[in-house]
């Protein structure tokens, strides 16, 4: 079947209530260099590799963050990663889970947001 959507993601959005402790917190995550948002004050673009971006969002501040991560970052290093996001102070919601093609961890933001980051394994 045709259609004219493509099937490949362009942005994720990610919801936020406190702009500029969000761009920190993300920018350091991420070891990017902080910038200024867009679309007064509401939009905060981060540079990503790869075609998909990723921007925080403070337009609607009354989100709800219940549910599943909605997307997840890669890493090549669990065990540095865990170390990283401890030394960090970033909440864990849970230990490291091997599932056989991946390893992944799940945490939050700042704003409750869950988020993973996963770990391709070799079998």
């Known amino acids: 079947m045709s259609s004219p959507i ?3 993601i362009g942005q994720v959005f990610i919801p936020v209530r406190d702009m500029a402790r969000s761009a920190r917190w993300y920018s350091r995550l991420l070891g990017l260099a902080e910038s200024e948002p867009s679309h007064d004050g509401t939009i905060y673009d981060l540079q990503t590799a790869g075609e998909t971006r990723l921007a ?18 890669w890493t090549t290093d669990m065990v540095a ?3 990283f996001l401890q030394d960090h102070g ?30 391709r394994t070799r079998r």
């Open 6 to 8: 493509e099937n490949r």
């Open 81 to 83: 990663t865990v170390a």
């Open 90 to 119: 970033v909440t864990l919601d849970s230990d490291v889970e091997d599932i056989g093609s991946v390893m992944f961890l799940q945490f939050r933001d700042p704003d409750g947001n869950p988020l993973m980051v996963c770990q």
């Open 56 to 73: 925080l969002d403070a337009s609607r501040p009354e989100f709800d963050t219940s549910g599943p991560p909605r997307f997840f970052f």
